[in-house]
């Protein structure tokens, strides 16, 4: 079974801090690693992707992989209240991708 | 900038209706896709699709579900009979490689 699993939250930061995404898999065969950003009653938008072991930068949002600990990560710098959302770890490994249940992030202002 | 669209955006339906939910992906991407997502639940991968043959499908998507690509531009996910927990909002993602999808705004089903 492929799992992926996200802390549901919510996690509440208020604005101008740095928010913290976790995300750990189960499939040591994955390949690719992807943020998307969920808001309610709306679709899946692209945050960012990881191949790679190490950070990924990208304006306020770096993505961390470790594949040795099957760890994901999302930091977003300088919290918007526009950056309330849930937050999905989506992962993938050949033909298809598994998706954490998401985190809810509030920025409060 | 191009963008995935489906059709309709909600659909009300009897049980043990078929429903034929519709998609078009953006136009020079080669890898399509289905999900589900229950409300307030995951989004749960159903199937992908890749010349003009499903690739992979996930244990959700029965013999009561069925994927065609029927002409150049359009892929459509079939509910054959439809049943209650069947509702759900059904999303349809393109991708030009195999990874980095992008998703449509999603069909709203309910079946009652």
């Known amino acids: 079974q492929k799992e992926v699993e996200q802390n549901s939250g919510p996690l509440s930061v208020p604005e101008g801090a740095i928010a913290s995404l976790n995300c750990t898999y189960s499939d040591r065969g994955s390949q690719s690693f992807f943020w998307y950003r969920q808001y309610s009653g709306k679709s899946p938008e692209l945050i960012m992707s990881?191949?790679?072991?190490g950070d990924k930068e990208d304006g306020r949002f770096t993505a961390q992989l470790n594949k040795a600990s099957q760890y994901v990560s999302l930091l977003i710098r300088d919290s918007q209240p526009s950056d309330s959302a849930t937050y999905l770890c989506a992962v993938h490994n050949n033909n298809d991708m598994r998706f954490g249940a998401g985190t809810r992030l509030t920025v409060k202002p | 900038e191009p963008e995935v669209t489906q059709t309709p955006s909600h659909q009300v339906t009897q049980m043990g209706q078929e429903v034929i939910l519709r998609c078009v992906p953006i136009?020079?991407?080669?890898?399509f896709y289905w999900y589900r997502q229950i409300l307030g639940q995951k989004v749960e991968f159903l199937v992908s699709?890749?010349?003009?043959?499903?690739?992979?499908k996930s244990e959700i998507f029965d013999d009561q579900f069925s994927v065609e690509r029927p002409d150049g531009s359009n892929f459509t996910l079939k509910i054959r009979s439809t049943k209650l927990e069947d509702s759900a909002m059904y999303f349809c993602a393109s991708a030009l490689g195999q990874e980095t999808q992008y998703f449509g705004p999603g069909t709203r089903l309910l079946v009652l």
């Open positions: 990881i191949y790679s072991n």
């Open positions: 699709f890749y010349n003009n043959e499903i690739s992979e």
């Open positions: 136009s020079n991407h080669l890898y």
